[in-house]
């Protein structure tokens, strides 16, 4: 993986939107977790937080913090991060089962709910159970349609002149396979059946054209800040005690079998350049999961289950605490404040990035690192991202030749320097770049989610 993608690089101002769309989604994650602090909880730690996780580009030495927020995917910056392998889980399910064949229906549930915790949650509940039936259905099966993903929206908000409160609109944008000898008369009897077994407002949009724009965000960031613009904090912690814990992107059918055997094995989809191909979705070993122990079923895994559910739902008695913290005598020891804290971890990696924009228009392997304190010569010491560097090291630097020689021979022209998609970093001259797995990588870079969010 890092040997396929470290060194190439994407358009400049490819580089610049992925940049700026970062940076908006950090401040909105910011804003609206201290918006969500207005009822007690606690959602930011603060900009001088010693534990927040840091993205750190190995070979530019990009430094980029993470929001110091709640892991919540409530907020933009980590919606992006499921967002990110949703539309790779997605997209790759449909170039399998063949994208004319997969078809996009929008289904609205009716009238728009205002936003109020109780009444939106059941709502929201019960449009799930209607779709769950709907996807069971006989003309489902008598037709043969599956509906492999259903994915709840909630639109703009907008005032309720009755009421006198914001409402959202409630849809779901549903991933329907089609069979392949599914002829034009067969889907005109097919929609007519479905227009009874809805029983409300629905559409066919057709086969999926774009699946960046199937995978997309519950209720865009800025229709979150004009919640709290418009209608103020409380409201947003409305809408947030409303969704917590629902599933509102789920997928059903065989892409939800598809994406558990994945993750038992466990494995990921990552994106490939291949020659003459461009830019393609292949599965590769997760390098950032563990040992799975219990991913197959059996008996052994269904007796840790129950030993772990009865485990919690006992209360923990005085008589059950441990024999540490009584001396030979029985006396309750004293124990120092300073004793209890947690371990101090500092510059500890904890996961590693796949090659991407991080610091600049190349593309380069990054890690999370917890707790940072700012000495890079500290990450790069460590083995894990020693051997990296070592591995790749020369790819960088004939990628840094590359482009230097490439505005070089641009500004000898007396033309504009070009970006970075009119050279190639394998080019000994400066000849024009292939356009394809270039378009690729930026279209990656730009709808991926923002850079160590992959």
Wanted: a positive charge; glycine letters at 8%; aromatic letters at 8%.
């Amino acid at each position: 993986m890092c040997a396929n993608q470290t060194g190439r690089f994407i358009p400049d101002a490819a580089y610049v939107k992925a940049r700026e769309r970062r940076e908006q989604a950090d401040q909105a994650t910011v804003a609206i977790a201290k918006a969500l602090e207005c009822r007690g909880g606690r959602f930011y730690y603060g900009e001088d937080w010693a534990d927040r996780c840091t993205v750190i580009g190995l070979f530019s030495g990009a430094i980029l913090p993470l929001p110091a927020t709640r892991r919540v995917n409530f907020f933009p910056a980590h919606a992006a991060q499921q967002r990110a392998k949703m539309l790779r889980d997605v997209e790759h399910f449909a170039d399998c089962y063949g994208a004319e064949h997969c078809h996009m229906y929008t289904i609205t549930r009716g009238q728009r709910v205002d936003i109020d915790p109780a009444p939106l949650r059941e709502a929201i509940q019960a449009f799930h159970r209607r779709l769950s039936k709907l996807a069971a259905h006989p003309t489902f099966k008598r037709f043969g349609i599956r509906m492999q993903w259903a994915a709840t929206e909630f639109g703009s908000p907008q005032w309720n002149p009755e009421t006198g409160r914001i409402g959202a609109h409630i849809h779901s944008h549903c991933l329907v396979t089609e069979p392949q000898s599914m002829s034009k008369k067969r889907r005109g009897k097919l929609r007519k059946k479905l227009w009874r077994v809805f029983g409300v407002h629905w559409d066919d949009s057709g086969p999926i054209q774009n699946i960046r724009e199937f995978v997309k965000y519950p209720m865009k960031p800025a229709d979150l800040d004009r919640i709290i613009s418009e209608a103020g904090p409380g409201v947003l912690c409305d809408f947030y005690d409303a969704v917590k814990g629902l599933h509102i992107s789920r997928p059903m059918g065989d892409l939800r079998r598809i994406r558990s055997i994945r993750r038992a094995k466990p494995s990921r989809l990552v994106r490939m350049t291949v020659e003459n191909e461009g830019s393609i979705l292949a599965e590769k070993a997760d390098w950032n999961a563990g040992h799975r122990p219990m991913k197959d079923q059996g008996p052994r895994r269904r007796y840790l289950k129950r030993a772990e559910r009865l485990a919690q739902s006992m209360p923990k008695a005085e008589s059950m605490q441990s024999a540490d913290e009584y001396d030979a005598k029985g006396n309750q020891r004293q124990t120092d404040s300073a004793q209890c804290k947690g371990p101090n971890i500092r510059n500890r990696i904890i996961a590693r990035l796949a090659p991407a924009p991080y610091g600049g228009p190349i593309l380069e392997p990054a890690v999370v690192v917890w707790g940072f304190d700012g000495d890079l010569d500290a990450i790069r010491g460590q083995r894990i991202a020693a051997d990296i560097i070592a591995a790749h090291r020369a790819a960088w630097a004939d990628a840094e030749a590359a482009r230097a020689l490439i505005h070089a021979c641009a500004l000898d022209a007396g033309a504009r320097a070009p970006g970075a998609s009119e050279g190639s970093q394998r080019s000994d001259n400066c000849p024009e770049a292939p356009p394809d797995w270039q378009r690729e990588l930026a279209l990656a870079a730009a709808d991926d989610g923002p850079p160590g969010q992959n």
